[in-house]
């Protein structure tokens, strides 16, 4: 009994055990369970609790003026319509799981847990990429009314600097203050759009605003300068041009050739349209167009220059082609007479052919002349091109004269070296006669033989001169070094005699006055005899040198002064 009483306590033990432990169990599975199906709960309200509706009828009134955009909001509404319907799965199937567990049905439980999680995570993502989609959308409002904002700053700060720069814009001011009134207006419509949601017309408007703000202040830097060109620079320098071209015409200058007046006029044209443009605060292309106008203009005084300048050269080099040609007729007249009259005289050669044809030219040069004078009347021709033929016609008149002056050349030389011999002759015979007269005159006692050798070979020279001027034809060449020969033997000749005749009249007059001294100074007799005798034997150096020396005794610092006051 006892025993029995033993295992029955003992087995009612174990049941009371095995109860106790299935009852932690089955609290600790449930406890798992609910602490799942709590954190499911968590995440599915999350999922749930999105604003997407909210969010995709935004986006479907930003898209609506967007076909594409539109049809990607449609594509995300499918997605969303979509989505719903799981979370609406996920929530039966979630309030199942937790009523099983309710329930105690643990293993039916974990069965929709695990179902739960795997549709939780499908619907976390398609509410995630969703999400994502139109959180862009909020983006690109944010980031446009921030950009909107950015640029009302830079138009204040365009806008001011426009005002306080309106005299330095001049003409161009009233036309920035009009685009700054456009500024205004495609913000206003901006502000619209974004209102309505349009958020793309709204995008078209800052865009247009942003490019017209950039063109503002470009503009602005760069329409004094403009100005200063299309109202100052570039109408003096048109002025100028037109100034000069009224000139140019009044000379008589054809410039026909070169269509100034074609010229002018677009340019004035363009100015205009570029002035029209400054006022409208535009700037595009006229900087390139003034500077073109201004090349124009520098190449049409050029131009100008260049033809007034070929004008007056045209008529300088017709003036001396005209002169030319009277100096080739001149020359061509004095050739053929001198020929006519020496060719036999001189031995010429013949020119007959060859002055002929120097006539014909005369003759052809004058009317080319006389064509160059007629195209400066008509008017009809550039003066470049009259220059350039004018300048042809003066070298070939310069390369005509060169031969005809080498005839002339020729003959002068011929006729001028018998004039010069004859000169010559007459001035060789009155040398000839005075060193004959002093002979005669001073009667020296005694002259050396080889002066009379040359007196005669002086004679020899002038008749060999004579009759070479007779001879026909003349040889002037020898004539000239038969010339040359007597002028410098005979003139030598004459400074000799000139020096015999010299020292003869010195020793007289030293010895005349040594006379003086003979009675009272024995030697001064002795040496006064000694030159006396050298003087009679043709010795004048020597005898001059003895008088003088003798002298020098009785006056050594002044014997010459002496003898000169003396004499």
Same mark, same amino acid.
């Given at each position: 009994?006892? *025993?029995?009483?033993?295992?029955?306590?003992?087995?009612?033990?174990?049941?009371?055990?095995?109860?106790?432990?299935?009852?932690?169990?089955?609290?600790?599975?449930?406890?798992?369970?609910?602490?799942?199906?709590?954190?499911?709960?968590?995440?599915?309200?999350?999922?749930?609790? /999105?604003?997407?509706?909210?969010?995709? @009828?935004?986006?479907?009134?930003?898209?609506?003026?967007?076909?594409?955009?539109?049809?990607?909001?449609?594509?995300?509404?499918?997605?969303?319509?979509?989505?719903?319907?799981?979370?609406?799965?996920?929530?039966?199937?979630?309030? !199942?799981?937790?009523?099983?567990?309710?329930?105690?049905?643990?293993?039916?439980?974990?069965?929709?847990?695990?179902?739960?999680?795997?549709?939780?995570?499908?619907?976390?993502?398609?509410?995630?990429?969703?999400?994502?989609?139109?959180?862009?959308?909020?983006?690109?409002e944010i980031q446009q009314r921030e950009y909107s904002a950015k640029l009302k700053q830079k138009y204040r700060v365009v806008?001011? *600097?426009? @005002?306080?720069?309106?005299?330095?814009?001049?003409?161009? +001011?009233?036309?920035?203050?009009?685009?700054?009134?456009?500024? %205004?207006?495609?913000?206003?419509?901006?502000?619209?759009?974004?209102?309505?949601?349009?958020?793309?017309?709204?995008? @078209?408007?800052?865009?247009?605003?942003?490019?017209?703000?950039?063109?503002?202040?470009?503009?602005?830097? /760069?329409?004094?300068?403009?100005?200063?060109?299309?109202?100052?620079?570039?109408? &003096?320098?048109?002025?100028? /041009?037109?100034?000069? &071209?009224?000139?140019?015409?009044?000379?008589?200058?054809?410039?026909?050739?070169?269509?100034?007046?074609?010229?002018?006029?677009?340019?004035?044209?363009?100015?205009?349209?570029?002035?029209?443009?400054?006022?409208?605060?535009?700037?595009?292309?006229?900087?390139?167009? &003034?500077?073109?106008?201004?090349?124009?203009?520098?190449?049409?005084?050029? !131009?100008?220059?260049?033809?007034?300048?070929?004008?007056?050269? /045209?008529?300088?080099?017709?003036?001396?082609?005209?002169?030319?040609?009277? !100096?080739?007729?001149?020359?061509?007249?004095?050739?053929?007479?001198?020929?006519?009259?020496?060719?036999?005289?001189?031995?010429?050669?013949?020119?007959?052919?060859?002055?002929?044809?120097?006539?014909?030219?005369?003759?052809?040069?004058?009317?080319?002349?006389?064509?160059?004078?007629?195209?400066?009347?008509?008017? @009809?021709?550039?003066?470049?091109?009259?220059?350039?033929?004018?300048?042809?016609?003066?070298?070939?008149?310069?390369?005509?004269?060169?031969?005809?002056?080498?005839?002339?050349?020729?003959?002068?030389?011929?006729?001028?070296?018998?004039?010069?011999?004859?000169?010559?002759?007459?001035?060789?015979?009155?040398?000839?006669?005075?060193?004959?007269?002093?002979?005669?005159?001073?009667?020296?006692?005694?002259?050396?033989?080889?002066?009379?050798?040359?007196?005669?070979?002086?004679?020899? +020279?002038?008749?060999?001169?004579?009759?070479? =001027?007779?001879?026909?034809?003349?040889?002037?060449?020898?004539?000239?070094?038969?010339?040359?020969?007597?002028?410098?033997?005979?003139?030598?000749?004459?400074?000799?005699?000139?020096?015999?005749?010299?020292?003869? =009249?010195?020793?007289?007059?030293?010895?005349?006055?040594?006379?003086?001294?003979?009675?009272? +100074?024995? %030697?001064? !007799?002795r040496e006064l005899s000694k030159a006396e005798f050298q003087y009679l034997n043709g010795e004048y150096t020597k005898a001059?040198?003895?008088?003088?020396?003798?002298?020098?005794?009785?006056?050594?610092?002044?014997?010459?002064?002496?003898?000169?006051?003396?004499?």
């Open positions: 009994m006892k *025993t029995e009483y033993y295992l029955i306590i003992a087995s009612v033990a174990v049941a009371v055990i095995a109860i106790i432990v299935l009852v932690s169990i089955n609290k600790s599975h449930k406890k798992n369970l609910k602490k799942q199906i709590d954190s499911l709960y968590v995440r599915f309200n999350t999922v749930k609790t /999105a604003p997407l509706a909210f969010k995709l @009828n935004k986006a479907q009134t930003m898209a609506r003026r967007n076909e594409e955009m539109a049809a990607s909001v449609a594509s995300y509404f499918a997605k969303y319509e979509e989505a719903e319907k799981h979370i609406n799965e996920l929530q039966d199937i979630l309030n !199942d799981a937790d009523d099983s567990v309710s329930e105690i049905k643990y293993k039916d439980a974990l069965e929709k847990l695990d179902n739960v999680s795997e549709k939780m995570k499908v619907c976390e993502d398609e509410v995630q990429e969703i999400d994502d989609f139109l959180n862009e959308f909020s983006r690109k806008k001011t *600097t426009i @005002n306080k720069n309106a005299q330095l814009l001049s003409i161009a +001011y009233d036309g920035f203050v009009e685009k700054l009134e456009k500024c %205004e207006e495609l913000f206003s419509s901006s502000e619209e759009m974004m209102y309505a949601s349009d958020y793309g017309a709204a995008q @078209n408007d800052l865009n247009q605003i942003e490019e017209m703000l950039e063109g503002i202040k470009t503009n602005a830097n /760069a329409v004094p300068k403009l100005i200063k060109d299309a109202k100052g620079v570039l109408p &003096l320098m048109l002025d100028e /041009a037109k100034r000069e &071209l009224a000139l140019t015409r009044q000379r008589g200058v054809f410039i026909d050739n070169l269509n100034i007046d074609e010229k002018l006029t677009k340019i004035e044209l363009d100015l205009n349209e570029d002035i029209k443009k400054l006022t409208l605060a535009e700037t595009e292309g006229i900087k390139e167009r &003034l500077a073109q106008s201004k090349d124009t203009l520098n190449a049409i005084t050029e !131009d100008l220059e260049k033809e007034n300048k070929a004008f007056k050269m /045209a008529r300088d080099t017709a003036g001396r082609v005209e002169e030319h040609i009277q !100096d080739m007729e001149k020359v061509e007249n004095y050739v053929r007479v001198a020929y006519d009259k020496d060719s036999a005289r001189f031995g010429l050669e013949d020119l007959k052919e060859v002055l002929k044809q120097k006539r014909e030219n005369i003759e052809k040069y004058q009317k080319e002349y006389e064509a160059l004078n007629a195209d400066f009347s008509a008017g @009809n021709k550039p003066a470049s091109e009259i220059l350039d033929a004018a300048e042809k016609l003066d070298a070939t008149i310069d390369a005509d004269m060169k031969s005809l002056y080498s005839y002339k050349t020729t003959i002068d030389k011929s006729t001028d070296g018998e004039n010069r011999a004859m000169t010559q002759l007459i001035k060789l015979q009155l040398v000839i006669s005075e060193v004959e007269s002093k002979l005669r005159e001073y009667s020296l006692p005694a002259i050396d033989d080889s002066y009379k050798d040359d007196l005669k070979k002086s004679r020899e +020279y002038v008749n060999t001169i004579r009759n070479q =001027i007779n001879q026909i034809p003349i040889d002037i060449e020898q004539l000239n070094i038969l010339l040359d020969e007597a002028i410098d033997f005979i003139y030598k000749f004459y400074n000799n005699i000139n020096n015999v005749v010299g020292m003869g =009249i010195m020793v007289e007059n030293a010895i005349v006055f040594g006379n003086k001294y003979r009675s009272t +100074y024995p %030697e001064i !007799d001059l040198k003895t008088a003088i020396s003798c002298m020098e005794t009785l006056f050594p610092d002044n014997a010459d002064q002496k003898i000169m006051e003396n004499s």
